[in-house]
């Protein structure tokens, strides 16, 4: 499975940004899509992820500025970013998780730069 992201770019505090990552080469359906992102010396965090069906979850740090949604169709994710502070400032990663029987494997986008900065 390949993950391309695009979206990544400067830009000033309190603006807005959307990320998309689409999937493509999967045999199988893919379950759980999300988005990760690891700042300047930090480890890689959850930022947001979103099931097949619609359900959501959100870092509480993104929560009420973030929203993830997807199309399956085009086994694309996106990530609307509002409001954006410097804290937000990461390489953030698109994730596409196949679970099929027990077994659970993970999909990993190239990363994309997102600088918030005046």
């Known amino acids: 499975v390949q993950l391309q992201a695009s979206g990544g770019v400067l830009v000033r505090p309190g603006g807005s940004l959307r990320l998309s990552c689409a999937a493509s080469?999967?045999?199988?359906?893919?379950?759980?899509m999300g988005w990760y992102r690891r700042g300047p010396g930090k480890q890689r965090d959850l930022v947001a992820v979103i099931t097949r069906g619609g359900s959501t979850n959100y870092a509480d740090s993104v929560k009420g500025r973030f929203t993830i949604s997807r199309d399956n169709a085009k086994n694309t994710v996106y990530l609307q970013m509002n409001v954006l502070i410097p804290e937000d400032t990461a390489v953030y990663y698109c994730?596409?998780?196949?679970?099929?029987?027990?077994?659970?494997?993970?999909?990993w986008g190239q990363g994309t730069l997102v600088t918030v900065s005046s």
């Open positions: 080469g999967s045999a199988f359906t893919i379950n759980d």
């Open positions: 994730n596409a998780r196949i679970k099929y029987f027990t077994s659970v494997f993970d999909y």
